[in-house]
């Protein structure tokens, strides 16, 4: 029988609980939020991959408001999902009264908002990294708890059969000792940012890094959440070769864990066309699991005789849609969200941590 995701991780025991209390009162009775807005449409997730705005028209909820500082931008989004567009977030937030937000737009201009959001008490889920530096993502994650408000960071690798079965599996005592996790995910080139509009990306201004901090950021979130320990960068080297731009275009960093796993992160703009080059993969005493998704979400675990792939079942939401919907779902019930302000801080520290030692910074 198909069962859900939050099924799946409650009856292994992992149903993540949050580390900060929610603005919306646990156990409250509430409805899943209807009306959204979104902030800083002329970020490239909004209208590609993730495309955070088909993302929510699937979801069937009445998108209130579009802002982007450009108003042609704010205009030509606005139109394709049949709502109003803002060329100022804080007017479209008072008038429209969104129940759940999506916050995008330039790295460096992201502090603005998320402190809007946060003393305006709307529940809201902001693209990563939240700002250009770690020190003030670190202040912002703390105004966030301190203000007890829902705010959420899309980690979308930890909606993934992978990641799922790995913790389930840790959990459960069936890998033993991890020795090492591998998680490398290559894209194509700069040439697609600039076809998009979001040069600004390519400016470390404006975007604070690279692929380290656009890509790599998800398998630093990633190591913390399927080891449940806090890693310290160990290594870390960049190159700038391809693209020759002031942001790096491929950066390995070697992390360690306090029990000893070693985690390889390996994030790039190499990938010489359209597609994607990755890989994520656990090395552990008792097994070895890689992740497929090839046909679907599935993961390939490989120990003494057996050697099987296990898909995720029908029901299984992976992926950015798989955040979105998470995020409605969690405060319908009332609950806090899966990646919070702390882990998203978490992750940007340690993405300039290993700039610091690549000597980026």
């Known amino acids: 029988m198909a069962i859900s995701r939050r099924r799946f991780l409650?009856?292994?025991g992992l149903l993540a609980a949050g580390s900060m209390a929610s603005n919306v009162a646990l156990g409250q009775s509430r409805r899943r939020p209807q009306r959204v807005a979104v902030i800083g449409v002329g970020h490239y997730h909004a209208f590609s991959p993730p495309n955070y705005l088909a993302i929510l028209q699937s979801q069937k909820v009445d998108i209130v408001g579009v802002h982007d500082p450009d108003p042609a931008v704010a205009a030509k989004y606005a139109t394709q999902v049949g709502s109003s567009p803002y060329t100022d977030f804080r007017p479209m937030i008072e008038t429209t009264k969104p129940e759940f937000v999506i916050a995008l737009g330039h790295h460096a201009a992201m502090p603005a908002s998320f402190r809007f959001l946060v003393d305006a008490g709307v529940p809201f889920l902001m693209e990563k990294p939240w700002g250009t530096d770690d020190a003030t993502v670190r202040e912002?994650?703390?105004?966030?708890?301190s203000k007890r408000a829902w705010v959420a960071a899309p980690m979308p690798f930890r909606y993934s059969w992978w990641a799922d079965t790995a913790r389930r599996m840790r959990a459960g005592g069936e890998l033993g000792t991890i020795s090492h996790i591998q998680f490398r995910f290559d894209q194509p080139g700069v040439q697609r940012y600039l076809d998009s509009g979001s040069a600004w990306i390519l400016s470390k201004k404006e975007a604070g890094g690279?692929?380290?901090?656009n890509l790599g950021i998800h398998g630093f979130d990633v190591c913390r959440y399927i080891t449940g320990e806090e890693p310290s960068v160990v290594a870390a080297v960049t190159s700038h070769s391809i693209h020759r731009r002031e942001v790096e275009d491929y950066a390995h960093v070697t992390l360690r864990t306090p029990s000893g796993i070693v985690f390889i992160n390996e994030a790039s703009y190499?990938?010489?066309?359209?597609?994607?080059d990755q890989e994520r993969t656990v090395a552990a005493e008792k097994a070895i699991l890689t992740a497929v998704t090839a046909g679907g979400e599935g993961v390939r675990i490989v120990a003494p005789g057996r050697d099987d792939l296990s898909r995720a079942p029908q029901s299984y939401i992976a992926g950015w849609p798989g955040v979105v919907n998470d995020c409605l779902d969690r405060i319908g019930r009332g609950d806090p969200p899966q990646t919070t302000a702390h882990d998203c801080a978490r992750a940007v520290t340690l993405v300039f941590d290993a700039y610091r030692m690549a000597r980026e910074k």
């Not at 912002?140 to 708890?145: F, H, I, R, V």
């Open 210 to 213: 690279g692929a380290l901090l």
């Open 140 to 145: 912002l994650a703390a105004l966030a708890e």
């Open 270 to 276: 190499t990938y010489p066309t359209n597609g994607s």
């Open 10 to 12: 409650a009856q292994s």
